[in-house]
């Protein structure tokens, strides 16, 4: 069983930055494309970024593209968002999902398995 847990959200500054990360549990992190998604109060839930199995490509949604970077480290199961230039639509509770699809996908319905989600408020 893939377990994903988040961490590092929290009270972010508009203009600032926050790093989230997401650890993977059960099976290596190798075998699994990988992304994020986020959901705002009274909102449907939003594709962020995404990254293939071996880390090697990339894809990441018009809101966040040029600001955000994902990144994959296979050898410590984990992967991470860089996210710079915050602005207070980037209010969420962020969700970290596993899918076994080779290509980079921004659909939640190609996604495995869920984190259970961590919070990023960004005040202005």
């Known amino acids: 069983q893939v377990q994903l847990v988040e961490s590092g959200g929290g009270l972010g500054q508009a203009g600032g930055s926050l790093s989230l990360s997401c650890v993977v549990s059960g099976r290596s992190s190798s075998m699994y494309g990988m992304g994020w998604f986020r959901q705002a109060p009274g909102k449907e839930r939003e594709f962020v970024a995404a990254?293939?199995?071996?880390?090697?490509?990339?894809k990441y949604g018009d809101s966040v593209r040029g600001r955000f970077t994902i990144s994959k480290d296979n050898a410590k199961n984990t992967m991470n968002l860089q996210m710079n230039s915050l602005n207070s639509g980037d209010t969420a509770v962020y969700y970290c999902?596993?899918?076994?699809?080779?290509?980079?996908?921004?659909?939640?319905?190609?996604?495995?398995?869920w984190g259970q989600g961590t919070q990023v408020t960004v005040s202005s």
């Open positions: 999902a596993a899918t076994a699809k080779i290509y980079v996908s921004s659909s939640e319905r190609d996604y495995d398995y």
């Open positions: 990254v293939t199995k071996s880390g090697g490509m990339t």
